[in-house]
């Protein structure tokens, strides 16, 4: 993912002066957004899995909608 770090220091910043359920809404909001943009329901489901199962684990990015960092 090109810009990792601009997109992390801009969820934080979203995130700053929230409360848990201003947070908890800004959080949905954004996964409705990013869902509408991948534009494949296979590709969401598939991702809301992944991120289930990794549970508390770290990210790890699986490329532009799956594709793979290459295309």
Excluded at 15 to 20: A, V
Excluded at 38 to 59: F, K, P, Q
Aim: no cysteine; hydrophobic share 45%; charged share 30%.
């Amino acid at each position: 993912m090109n810009r990792a770090d601009d997109v992390f220091a801009a969820l934080v910043e979203a995130h700053r002066e929230l409360d848990e359920a201003e947070s908890r809404r800004l959080d949905a909001r954004l996964i409705l957004l990013l869902a509408n943009e991948v534009g494949d329901g296979e590709r969401v489901l598939a991702l809301i899995r992944d991120a289930r199962a990794d549970g508390a684990g770290s990210v790890q990015s699986t490329g532009a909608a799956g594709k793979g960092e290459g295309g």
